[in-house]
């Protein structure tokens, strides 16, 4: 739906974007990640047409956003992080402005009182867009976005500002969204994004830097990879039982958690996923799984990580030898 192909901006010597290349499929939510001043922003007021790049070539749908700028924008719905909101129009006023706005050609009244019942409006549709709280202020930045049911949106920090409430709204009405629309979702809230998307992009200084899955990226940056699980029964025998296992490496108790309750880390073979092995062990020994994760880094943890100043470093010398023909 969306393909970014060496996207690069600049504002004389500083380079905003640095040749950053990626692709959105249809129907997926995608998360994109950065600090301040990384250039997400920049990238989604590229592929919306407000800006233009130095160099590269962004299409949606198949049209380029600078041949057929026209036809990109009749597919995007866009919610900048200050949505363009009147505040002394009533929301009815201002949804009927942007429809004319967008030439939409849908039945006006149904269209409208449709996206008002998705977005959790009606009950404000009457009143001056300045006296609603900023919930519903960021309500109606989204039901403009989707005012002529646009296939794809693009959303930048729809939840700055929000309460936790809020934000578990928001965050339930993009979830909702994405059953029917391809999405990018620029957040801050770490957690907003894990709960949200289903892929992951982080760049930073202008370049990407990561493209993945939250779990693939955490399990591709953790030096070791365990399962930290917890078990009802007898410590030595469990500890003993589970060094048994084929794909078992290395075996770590942490003791009694809970009354008859134990905590071990079990290390595997590289590449083995041990968990519907110990799952069928632990039941055949009768040994209740109270819980069982990874010990994969957090998704805070893979964020921090991609934009620490050692990792751009490394990776800058990794790519820069890789150019030149060295063997790194």
């Not at 429809?99 to 009950?123: F, G, Q, S, W």
Request: hydrophobic letters at 40%.
């Amino acid at each position: 739906m969306i393909e970014v192909k060496n996207l690069s901006k600049r504002y004389g010597q500083n380079v905003a974007l640095n040749n950053i290349s990626f692709s959105v499929e249809e129907g997926t939510v995608v998360g994109f990640l950065g600090p301040n001043g990384a250039g997400k922003s920049t990238t989604m007021n590229i592929i919306t047409g407000y800006l233009s790049a130095s160099s590269g070539v962004v299409t949606v749908g198949g049209y380029n956003t600078l041949d057929n700028p026209n036809e990109v924008k009749k597919l995007i719905g866009y919610m900048p992080e200050l949505p363009p909101l009147y505040p002394d129009m009533t929301v009815k006023e201002y949804l009927n402005f942007m429809y004319d706005l967008k030439k939409v050609t849908l039945p006006r009244e149904k269209h409208i009182k449709e996206i008002c019942a998705l977005v959790k409006i009606t009950d404000v549709y009457g009143r001056l867009i300045g006296n609603l709280s900023k919930g519903y202020k960021q309500r109606v930045g989204i039901a403009q976005a989707l005012l002529g049911n646009p296939p794809v949106l693009i959303l930048d920090e729809p939840t700055v500002g929000l309460d936790p409430k809020q934000i578990i709204e928001i965050r339930n009405l993009i979830q909702n969204l994405g059953k029917k629309h391809t999405i990018i979702l620029s957040s801050h809230i770490l957690p907003e994004i894990q709960a949200v998307c289903e892929r992951i992009i982080v760049i930073n200084r202008g370049n990407l830097v990561a493209d993945g899955t939250p779990d693939t990226l955490a399990h591709n940056l953790s030096t070791e990879h365990k399962l930290v699980v917890r078990l009802a029964g007898p410590e030595a025998d469990m500890k003993a039982g589970l060094k048994t296992l084929h794909n078992v490496v290395g075996v770590e108790s942490f003791g009694e958690k809970e009354p008859g309750v134990y905590e071990f880390t079990v290390e595997g073979r590289e590449g083995v996923d041990l968990r519907r092995e110990l799952f069928h062990f632990a039941a055949k020994k009768d040994w209740p799984i109270l819980s069982m994760s990874n010990s994969d880094l957090s998704l805070e943890d893979v964020f921090l990580r991609l934009t620490s100043a050692s990792y751009i470093r490394d990776n800058t010398i990794l790519h820069d030898a890789m150019k030149g023909g060295e063997t790194v």
